[in-house]
Nanobody
């Protein structure tokens, strides 16, 4: 299994910025993609941004131009720079890893999730 540790959430005023980080650890063989998803109370979990190991990015329409995803492959770390935050961005943000890791019985392809980090945008 792959473990994901997220950091960087918190309380920020509208128009402010936050930077989330997520580091993957474990017996990682290869990473296909990492990304950020978010879930507000009473709503489904939505994709925010993803990035492949080759650097190809994908953003949800509601964050285009405001959020930027980046990664450091050597550190198995992905970042989400969030600017011009709005109250509607308030949610728990989850990191996701998709790739292959080693087990005692061979390699396994799958997906792992972090515990989530709270982002609250409020004055």
């Amino acid at each position: 299994q792959v473990q994901l540790v997220e950091s960087g959430g918190g309380l920020v005023q509208p128009g402010g910025s936050l930077r989330l980080s997520c580091t993957a650890s474990g017996r990682i063989f290869s990473m296909n993609a990492m990304g950020w998803y978010r879930q507000a109370p009473g709503k489904q979990r939505d994709m925010v941004a993803t990035i492949t190991s080759g650097g190809r990015t994908n953003y949800a329409d509601f964050v285009k131009g405001r959020f930027t995803i980046s990664r450091d492959n050597a550190k198995n770390t992905v970042y989400l720079q969030m600017n011009s935050l709005e109250p509607e961005d308030t949610a728990i943000y989850y990191c996701n890893f998709e790739g292959t890791w080693s087990t005692n019985w061979g390699r396994k392809f799958g997906s792992s999730w972090g515990q989530g980090t709270q982002v609250t945008v409020s004055s």
